[in-house]
């Protein structure tokens, strides 16, 4: 599949005329923002977009469109391996991903949730992911940031609660695993920034698991008013609201509109159950 002009002009020279990017690519553009691939640069009344990583854009580049192959930077020699289809640290390769989380049990002698209460954490390969015995009503919760992952705590419980650490954007191949998990989860549930890079990282993450609801607290006009950062929203582009998005994520972009400012996950408490 070939990419659009504007991601094989990145590709090529690193840098393309804002104005390259169609109406089709906005969200596209806000995902490679999300990830810290790209940023938008203006200079005076003219705006760019730059590659901020150019080996981690070029593996992305080439996970999103298989048939591509950009051409090989002088001086870059693991981008171009990324390049190589066939190498050992091509896209391939990456298929399988660590995959970081926290098992909550009614059961405390369940070998995950056992783990989880002993080492804090369990971290298992998405090419391992068959050796997870997952119940018949189980809840994915999966978490945008480290302090809110690791502050989960959900004992005692009455149901499953399996969390997952996203670190931001999650990588495809590991949404595929998870949009792909039997039994397959009750509920699914994303907790993350209440900002427009937060709200295009669940857009994104929710088009493999269309299951999935965004987590927003009933007190949550309350967060806003009282801690707000207008610096949460420097670099980021504001979305457009969407036919299909949830009610809950058009209150969010409604209270973002409102205050021009966004709202730390690590302010809000997590969902309860």
Sequence with gaps: MKPPAWIAQLAREGLVAFSRVD???TETLDQLRALQLIAVEVQGNRRRVIVRDRI?????VAGAYPDEVAAPVTGRRAANIARARQSKAGVSTHDAQPLILRWFSPDPTVPWADLTHRCGIVGIMTNHISELDL???WTLLTVENWESFVSLDYQPQTNTILAVFTGGNIADST????AALQ???V???HFGDYDWSGLAIFRRIRTMLPILSFYVPDDVADLFRNFAGYGLLEGQ???VPRPDDPDEVQRVIALIEQHNAGLEQEIVAPPRF
């Design 23 to 25: 109406r089709a690519g």
């Design 187 to 189: 509920r699914a549930i």
């Design 237 to 239: 582009i504001p979305l």
């Design 175 to 178: 949404l595929r695993v998870l």
């Design 135 to 137: 119940p018949e009503y």
């Design 56 to 60: 981690a854009f070029t593996r992305w």
């Design 183 to 185: 039994p397959p989860p």
